[in-house]
């Protein structure tokens, strides 16, 4: 029995040490285990925890830009011509669309849009951070939105935002004035100018919204979102809202501005028209014009093509850029400097056989039978070329010429647009310098008349005839009437500058303006035939400027070729005027049946305007109208 009993012992013992021998394994394993994941942890959690942090923090939580709404641009009434309206931009965030070929794949199949122009745009993209959007598509359809929404859960990273894109209203209308918008590029976007702008930004590339860009813009703001894994927005956290332009009131009046583009309808040329008193400019057109739109909603290199290689010349401002010999409506300068200079008597007479021989040559007259005796004014009303040929004989070419930089010829006028001709006004040391050869006395007869080298812009020519029409004075154009930020409040309010005087006395400008006058009003008056009115009294001058036309067809005789430009420039009412016009028509023919009729039209409809329409919505209103179309978008956009 005792043997038995010692030898169960012992082997319960055995057993005893083998189950601890085990349990103590276990344990160490166990405690290895956990230093183990304690080390992780403190690896991950203190020596990478920063760098982790912030992984968590951009797969969660992202900043997203708010661009700003653009100003609007009014007339002078406040009435919308150009706006914001919302565009809905497809985009993709690479590090959410993984594997981004399969989203792209799934895009395009629904979209039934090519997969290689989409992989493109994401290999052209150099922003450089997987969760910075790329853009896929610009302003797409409300179909394509409402595709791209219902299947969102089968495209990871793809995310649609609503953007304020330019739009312009009315397609074609004062285009140069206005100007247009175009994609800033890499070098624009490291400099100050444009330290708030990205990559896919737009910014002025032409006329006012170039020249008032820094106004127009506002500057952008952003908001905290948190996003899922597949980079859907789920909640917006924080946001700080962008701040608008500020809106532009123009000078400009809708209904002049609108007038004068249907004037000038089927024709290659400009109009313009100013308050005399101010140098407000009521009107300013050019044509052909174009569709800014196409520069915003993205043009293709058909219309590229068509644009540009328009034969009108469409993205070219006659008004402002175009420089075309001035023809009769020089001889302004050319009598108020016979008359400063006492070169010439009110009451003293020349005879006009139709030609003048000047060493031997024939220069003749527009007028083939001649005009008979006549005096300064008549001459002006009859716009006789032999008068003003004998009497630059008595003034020289450098003298003609600084009264007519005194006139404000030759040199620019000012106007707040960023391309503007200068012109020019030819003088001996000129065409000495220029050509290597002395003046022609000969040139002078030619010059007086507004031939030659003469150049001038329809805006110069503008300004002369306001300054003539108010007594004298010199005012610089403008176009910008008042800088208004979205609150209400005035940045900016423009005055009157007065940039200079005419080199006349007030009686010599009265024998001129009576000269002017007569051209609309009597009875041999160049232009009487087609600008007088019995309702509102007018002075002005016509002008034919002899010049070659591009289009030159080899079986006519040239003759046939030489197509004028039609010129008239005139002020109404003749007493205390309201509005000064200069119209030029490339290639018109006479000023007074192509040029004249127009700038009748436009000086009767400002003094007569037909009753306007209520259409007129003011700057506020409608950044509340677009700030609620803008607000009722679907968040999950």
């Known amino acids: 029995m005792r043997k038995k009993y010692q030898a169960q012992t012992c082997f319960e013992f055995v057993d005893i040490y083998w189950y601890r021998r085990r349990i103590a ?116 359809s409300r179909n394509d939105l409402a595709t791209v929404s219902a299947h969102r859960f089968d495209l990871p990273g793809v995310v ?179 008359l400063e200079e006492g070169l010439c008597e009110p009451h003293q007479t020349v005879f006009c056989p139709g030609k003048y021989k000047f060493g031997n040559r024939y220069y003749g007259c527009w007028k083939e039978h001649g005009h008979g005796s006549l005096n300064i004014v008549d001459a002006i009303s009859e716009s006789c070329d032999v008068y003003f040929y004998q009497l630059s004989r008595r003034i020289g070419v450098d003298l003609l010429a600084s009264y007519a930089r005194a006139c404000g010829l030759g040199a620019k006028t000012g106007i707040d647009l960023e391309m503007e001709s200068s012109g020019l006004i030819p003088t001996s040391e000129w065409k000495l310098r220029r050509f290597g050869v002395p003046w022609q006395a000969g040139e002078t007869l030619s010059i007086a008349i507004g031939q030659g080298y003469n150049l001038t812009t329809p805006l110069q020519m503008l300004l002369l005839t306001a300054a003539v029409a108010n007594g004298g004075t010199l005012y610089r154009p403008f176009i910008v009437r008042s800088i208004r930020s979205v609150e209400g409040t005035d940045i900016m309010t423009a005055l009157p500058e007065k940039t200079g005087k005419l080199p006349v006395s007030s009686e010599n400008l009265a024998i001129v303006k009576k000269g002017l006058w007569k051209v609309v009003n009597s009875e041999k008056g160049t232009a009487r035939r087609y600008v007088h009115s019995n309702h509102v009294e007018m002075s002005g001058k016509t002008g034919t400027a002899q010049v070659v036309s591009r289009k030159v067809d080899h079986e006519i005789h040239r003759k046939d070729v ?3 430009h039609a010129w008239f420039v005139g002020y109404a009412p003749s007493e205390n005027p309201q509005i000064a016009v200069a119209v030029l028509i490339e290639h018109g023919g006479a000023g007074s049946s192509t040029a004249g009729p127009i700038a009748r039209e436009m000086m009767f409809s400002w003094l007569h305007p037909e009753p306007k329409t209520d259409i007129t919505t003011t700057a506020g209103a409608a950044a509340a109208i677009v700030d609620a179309e803008f607000s009722s978008i679907p968040e999950f956009l």
């Open 25 to 140: 394994w276990m344990m160490i394993i166990v405690m290895i285990m956990f230093f183990l994941m304690a080390s992780r942890l403190f690896y991950l959690q203190i020596v990478r925890g920063e760098h982790y942090y912030t992984l968590s923090e951009n797969n969660c939580i992202r900043l997203q830009r708010v661009k700003p709404f653009r100003g609007l641009i009014c007339d002078r009434n406040g009435r919308i011509i150009v706006e914001n309206r919302p565009s809905f931009d497809l985009r993709i965030i690479p590090k959410d669309a993984k594997p981004i070929e399969t989203t792209l794949d799934c895009l395009a199949r629904h979209l039934d849009v090519p997969f290689e122009d989409l992989a493109l745009r994401v290999a052209q993209s150099t922003g450089g951070y997987g969760y910075r959007p790329v853009t896929l598509m610009e302003d797409i």
């Open 160 to 338: 649609i935002d609503c953007n304020p894109r330019r739009h312009y209203l009315y397609d074609g209308f004062a285009t140069h004035l206005i100007g247009y918008l175009g994609e800033i590029n890499t070098d624009e976007l490291g400099s100050d100018k444009f330290r708030h702008k990205q990559r896919g930004d737009f910014i002025g590339r032409a006329g006012i919204e170039k020249v008032y860009d820094q106004y127009l813009s506002g500057t952008p703001g952003g908001r905290v979102v948190q996003v899922n894994a597949i980079g859907q927005l789920m909640k917006i956290l924080d946001t700080v809202q962008p701040v608008s332009g500020h809106h532009l009131h123009l000078t400009i009046d809708y209904e002049l501005q609108q007038k004068a583009h249907e004037l000038l309808a089927d024709k290659n040329g400009a109009v313009v028209a100013m308050d005399p008193s101010t140098g407000e400019i009521l009107a300013i057109a050019s044509s052909p014009s174009f569709n800014p739109n196409l520069f915003v909603d993205g043009i293709s290199r058909k219309e590229w093509d068509e644009v540009m290689h328009h034969p009108g010349r469409p993205m070219f401002d006659k008004a402002a850029q175009g420089e075309y010999p001035p023809a009769s409506t020089y001889k302004i300068v050319t009598a108020i400097a016979g």
């Open 562 to 564: 030489i197509r004028p």
